[in-house]
């Protein structure tokens, strides 16, 4: 099947710090990756979709200066948090799929943030 | 109305029985509807999806399409306490401000499994 992964799993930083993270699919070529946000109890929300090339289209309410987002080939994503601060700590998880959305979205292990 | 709607729970089953989860959506252009299932700190995992009205099984899981009552259930038959775990309905909608679709979560249903 197919296999996402992320790095790093788990982040602790001090508010102020930036932190990238990155998600790889590791046996087919993503056009499309999309980065979600959880926070403790409560359902994943979009953050952001991302096509390989061009620029990330981001959901409302999720600030692009402070959610960097970089699809640079067809395997790789990178989400770079800037200026973390201790709002921003929740589990980070990517997914991919092979069309654009349409088809179906494998999601790679996910990323906890700690800010302290 | 959130765009899909799920009860949250806890629903709790003997081991053995058959657990049955339930998903409303809003939107009607919906065309791909997916179960995943999450533990406790780990990421969803997808378990099946769905597109065609009326029943599709896998193994101890059958998903079940109404499209004209918007609606998709999840059962799971002869239920294991390693089924404990949040079911995530999901649907892909689409809009004219995408080039393709995205995936929208429910809000997921806490399943308990008691031996």
């Known amino acids: 099947g197919a296999v996402v992964s992320q790095h790093p799993s788990w982040v602790i930083c001090k508010s102020g710090t930036s932190v990238k993270i990155e998600c790889r699919s590791l046996d087919f070529q993503a056009t499309t990756m999309f980065w979600y946000r959880q926070f403790p109890k409560q359902s994943l929300m979009l953050m952001a979709t991302s096509n390989e090339g061009s620029k990330a289209t981001y959901e409302q309410g999720v600030e692009k200066d402070k959610f960097l987002i970089n699809h640079a080939s067809l395997t790789l994503s990178t989400l770079t948090v800037t200026s973390a601060h201790p709002e921003d700590s929740s589990f980070y998880i990517c997914?991919?799929?092979?069309?654009?959305?349409?088809?179906?979205?494998?999601f790679g292990p996910g990323t906890r943030l700690t800010v302290l | 109305q959130k765009e899909v709607e799920q009860n949250s729970g806890p629903l709790s089953v003997p081991e053995g029985a058959i657990a049955s989860l339930n998903c409303t959506y809003s939107d009607r252009g919906s065309q791909s509807f997916f179960w995943y299932r999450q533990y406790s700190g780990k990421s969803p995992e997808l378990i099946m999806f769905?597109?065609?009205?009326g029943d599709k099984e896998d193994g101890r899981f059958t998903a079940q399409l109404n499209k004209a009552s918007q609606y998709v259930s999840l059962l799971i038959r002869d239920s294991q306490p390693s089924d404990s775990a949040t079911y995530l309905c999901?649907?892909?909608?689409?809009?004219?401000?995408?080039?393709?679709?995205?995936?929208?979560f429910g809000q997921g249903t806490e399943l308990s499994v008691k031996p």
């Open positions: 997914s991919a799929s092979t069309a654009g959305g349409e088809d179906t979205q494998y």
């Open positions: 999901a649907v892909i909608t689409f809009t004219f401000y995408n080039q393709g679709g995205k995936l929208i």
């Open positions: 769905i597109y065609s009205n």
